[in-house]
């Protein structure tokens, strides 16, 4: 009997321990804070203010009506669509310059613009890409992906793109 009630006190024991361990570990007692951790937890405002999310660095933002992003034309048709392009991160934008990926030969996007100078946090500006289909294309889907490349400080700093579905129709 002696012998069973010395193994349950081993065994409590361990529990005891164990348990001891897991509420060190919950409550950050293993990196030395201790009681003073848990008082200050404790003492913390429940309804007390976050800080305001920090600006993003650096973001430029190439927008359209959402029915720009697909459009239908004919073999050797062409298209005009009116794009945004935001920066709205904090820094000023230099030498940004706007092309276009193409999904083969034949096609072209002319811009109304494809370069400016500078481009001030919050700012934007607006222009026309026209997106021309060859004469000689299968009907199908093709995409184009217009991309805009900035610059800060003489860096590269952010690049950002936009594709657009096209249907060959005819």
Avoid: C
């Amino acid at each position: 009997m002696a012998r069973r009630l010395t193994g349950f006190l081993w065994v409590l024991f361990f529990v005891a321990v164990g348990a001891a361990f897991y509420l060190g570990f919950l409550f950050g007692f293993d990196q030395g804070k201790g009681d003073a951790a848990v008082a200050a937890a404790m003492r913390k405002p429940v309804e007390e203010e976050q800080p305001p999310p920090a600006a993003v660095p650096h973001t430029l933002a190439i927008s359209a009506g959402q029915s720009y992003f697909r459009v239908e034309m004919n073999p050797g048709g062409s298209t005009a669509l009116d794009l945004g392009l935001l920066n709205d991160g904090m820094d000023v934008f230099t030498d940004i310059k706007l092309s276009a990926v193409l999904p083969g030969e034949g096609w072209s996007a002319e811009f109304s613009e494809d370069a400016f100078e500078k481009i001030d946090p919050g700012e934007a500006v607006e222009l026309t890409v026209t997106l021309i289909a060859p004469q000689d294309v299968e009907p199908g889907d093709y995409e184009i992906s217009v991309r805009a490349e900035a610059r800060a400080g003489g860096k590269i700093l952010f690049k950002s793109g936009r594709t657009v579905s096209i249907k060959i129709v005819g």
